[in-house]
């Protein structure tokens, strides 16, 4: 059903996959692909920022406003860590971070109804054809790879009870509000888009002193480098730097 005959269907990020039919982020202008569209998957590995590394598989394919074609290369793989102690989960396609967050349901790490710090060029509040009614970790890995893409995870995570308040920071004015209330159960949500050029007005310093007071008390972090949004080195510079800012 998710890949080419006789293949096995993952459960899990252990392995690399490719899915190969219209779904998730492959449905996205599937037509107009060529004659059999498909996108790679990394596996997961447990390690440090220093892991985090530029891939050479397409991971997302689509075009962009002006009708070009961007086949754009993601992460070698996606790695767990910790950031200042909290756990956390780099990724490409930030749609993986609605995986992350069951997963850390699951271990305990989240409670439902967590709060959610959305630091992204985009608010990803699109509504999916179909909302999450999974009850594993198997159910919610294929609902985020084979049913989500990367601008729709935020509102089947809200609906399932997963996530309650979000506080959308999408450009460099919602920075200056640097209030900081201590919160129990809370993701920072970050995606390097945030630094893409496009973004020039955003103040870095300001952006990693906003991270920094909000990550003091994450339960969870998720941080995507959205290969079609920004040049995967410089999400990785910028990961870097943000980093800097925390000791390990």
Not at 1 to 17: E, I, K, R
Not at 54 to 65: L, S
Not at 83 to 89: A, D, E
Not at 157 to 178: C, E, P
């Amino acid at each position: 059903m998710l890949q080419s005959p006789g293949a096995p269907v993952p459960s899990d990020y252990s392995q690399p996959f490719v899915i190969t039919t219209p779904v998730g982020n492959n449905a996205l202008s599937y037509d107009r692909r060529g004659d059999a569209p498909s996108l790679w998957v990394p596996s997961l590995i447990a390690g440090t920022f220093d892991d985090v590394r530029p891939g050479v598989e397409v991971v997302f394919d689509e075009f962009d406003e002006h009708g070009s074609r961007h086949a754009c290369t993601g992460l070698a793989n996606l790695v767990r860590t910790t950031w200042r102690g909290v756990p956390t989960v780099v990724m490409d396609n930030h749609n993986h971070a609605f995986y992350f967050w069951f997963e850390a349901i699951a271990l305990g790490q989240v409670q439902p109804g967590a709060t959610v710090i959305h630091i992204d060029q985009h608010r990803d509040t699109r509504v999916p054809e179909r909302l999450f009614e999974g009850r594993s970790l198997a159910d919610a890995f294929d609902y985020t790879n084979f049913h989500l893409n990367v601008g729709n995870y935020i509102v089947p995570a809200t609906r399932a009870g997963m996530i309650g308040d979000v506080q959308f920071i999408t450009g460099a004015s919602a920075l200056s509000d640097l209030r900081y209330v201590s919160r129990p159960n809370r993701i920072l949500n970050i995606d390097l888009d945030f630094f893409a050029p496009e973004m020039a007005d955003v103040d870095f310093d300001l952006a990693r002193a906003f991270i920094q007071a909000h990550a003091r008390d994450a339960a969870l972090i998720t941080i995507a480098t959205s290969p079609f949004f920004i040049d995967q080195s410089r999400a990785i510079v910028a990961l870097r730097a943000l980093a800097s800012a925390f000791p390990r």
